[in-house]
């Protein structure tokens, strides 16, 4: 897939591994690491323990609502994941699989990575197309198995001191475990104040890491082993002309948006009314999608000129169930504290207090958002890039 035709959605994942011989982790902690991410997962929870192990889940529910809870396991239970992201070949991956004569207990995206690992080992990431963060493990082998996907969509962060690991999909269910406290990692700094937010594989925390898109990790016997097994720099560049590019890219974005609207329960769209969203809309319509529920925010006091304006036009356009949500500063404090607790990490994102409110708005009617995050990035939108450019031409 292409960024374009992101979906925000959630799930939060923890794993816990010791190899110490008399220490048991204990489900109490486990369940309070996992809990403190409810906000990401909502709708159910669950644990698996094995004495140096424990994993975590909070789910929301999007796929296979009534047996897609987690964790997930293979027939004779030797293997267990927790995840977070969505597969969105899995149906094809799974009729393959059930071809080689795995057997399936629920028609969700989650079993096929378990299913996969047992019949292609580690290799089997390079058959995904998704978004996805997951810890798997596998008693036999005594080897927990950490990934992150290829663009680093879905968070993952890490502790290891060279014995126990943790892993999760935020930095707090770390520290609650006991095995790191919180303190600044001053190495981070420059980054912070250079970029505006800290790049993987540092954190702002002393001791916690993220794990780098296109990574995975092998944890065994309390050795931990990074592997990289994607880079975009080692994408063969295609030849071809500017008609031929353009139509491979309109195919590859509305095959990214159809993939996107595997879901089983309600979806909409951000609308902003520029060119990025105004495609995902096009392409929700042309694929069927009846009515689109878009969602633009509007600020209290702006001329009629701003984004919103653009949205209607792409909205009446398209017959779209059109909600504008017209924010006020009231709107803005009381969100500033909320956004500080779930960032973790200061990151300069003005824009992140209208988007957490416009979210929250939307979730009254819809459960996941289509979005044109990235969008920019592919397409080198951004002045920046062009700067950077002309940097690098510099002897």
């Known amino acids: 897939?292409?960024?374009?035709?992101?979906?925000?959605?959630?799930?939060?994942?923890?794993?816990?591994?010791?190899?110490?011989?008399?220490?048991?982790?204990?489900?109490?902690?486990?369940?309070?690491?996992?809990?403190?991410?409810?906000?990401?997962?909502?709708?159910?929870?669950?644990?698996?323990?094995?004495?140096?192990?424990?994993?975590?889940?909070r789910r929301l529910s999007?796929?296979?609502?009534?047996?897609?809870?987690?964790?997930?396991f293979n027939e004779d239970n030797s293997i267990a994941l927790v995840y977070n992201g969505e597969i969105y070949n899995y149906q094809e991956t799974r009729q393959l699989l059930i071809a080689k004569g795995h057997l399936f207990k629920s028609n969700c995206d989650t079993e096929v990575i378990v299913h996969a690992y047992e019949e292609w080992g580690t290799d089997c990431l390079q058959r995904f197309n998704g978004m996805f963060a997951f810890a798997l493990?596998?008693?036999?082998?005594?080897?927990?198995?950490?990934?992150?996907?290829?663009l680093g969509v879905k968070p993952?962060?890490?502790?290891?001191?060279?014995?126990?690991?943790?892993?999760?999909?935020?930095?707090?269910?770390?520290?609650?475990?006991?095995?790191?406290?919180?303190?600044?990692n001053e190495?981070?700094?420059?980054?912070?104040?250079?970029?505006?937010?800290?790049?993987?594989?540092?954190?702002?925390?002393?001791?916690?890491?993220?794990?780098?898109p296109g990574h995975f990790l092998l944890v065994q016997a309390g050795q931990l082993k990074e592997v990289e097994y994607w880079d975009?720099?080692?994408?063969?560049?295609?030849?071809?002309?500017?008609?031929?590019?353009?139509?491979?890219?309109?195919?590859?974005?509305?095959?990214?948006?159809?993939?996107?609207?595997?879901?089983?329960v309600p979806l909409g769209v951000f609308l902003s009314g520029?060119?990025?969203?105004?495609?995902?809309?096009?392409?929700?319509?042309?694929?069927g999608v009846e009515p689109v529920n878009s969602f633009t925010v509007g600020f209290d006091g702006r001329r009629?000129?701003?984004?919103?304006?653009?949205?209607?036009?792409?909205?009446?356009?398209?017959?779209?169930?059109?909600?504008?949500?017209?924010?006020?500063?009231d709107d803005f404090y009381p969100s500033i504290s909320k956004l500080v607790q779930h960032c973790e990490e200061p990151i300069v994102e003005p824009a992140a207090i209208a988007l957490n409110r416009l979210s929250e708005l939307a979730r009254q009617n819809v459960k996941v958002l289509l979005s044109g995050e990235g969008s920019d990035e592919v397409l080198a939108g951004y002045f920046l890039y062009q700067f950077m450019q002309r940097l690098d031409q510099v002897q």
């Open 274 to 287: 520029g060119l990025d969203s105004s495609a995902v809309v096009a392409m929700m319509s042309e694929l």
């Open 156 to 184: 993952l962060y890490y502790f290891s001191n060279g014995k126990e690991f943790a892993c999760a999909s935020e930095i707090k269910p770390l520290f609650s475990v006991g095995l790191v406290k919180a303190e600044m």
């Open 187 to 212: 190495r981070a700094l420059d980054s912070y104040f250079s970029l505006g937010y800290v790049p993987a594989p540092e954190t702002m925390f002393r001791g916690i890491r993220k794990l780098k």
């Open 232 to 264: 975009f720099a080692r994408i063969e560049p295609v030849a071809m002309d500017y008609e031929e590019a353009t139509g491979k890219l309109q195919l590859l974005l509305k095959d990214c948006v159809d993939k996107c609207l595997m879901s089983d």
């Open 137 to 150: 493990w596998d008693k036999t082998k005594q080897l927990l198995w950490v990934a992150r996907d290829r």
């Open 62 to 72: 999007i796929i296979d609502l009534a047996s897609g809870q987690q964790p997930v």
């Open 304 to 329: 009629s000129e701003g984004e919103e304006r653009y949205a209607q036009i792409i909205a009446r356009q398209f017959r779209t169930r059109h909600h504008v949500f017209t924010l006020a500063p």
């Open 1 to 57: 897939s292409v960024p374009g035709g992101a979906r925000v959605i959630m799930c939060g994942i923890l794993a816990f591994f010791t190899p110490e011989p008399d220490r048991v982790i204990e489900r109490d902690m486990v369940v309070n690491a996992t809990n403190l991410m409810t906000h990401r997962g909502p709708d159910d929870f669950g644990v698996h323990l094995d004495r140096h192990i424990g994993l975590g889940h």
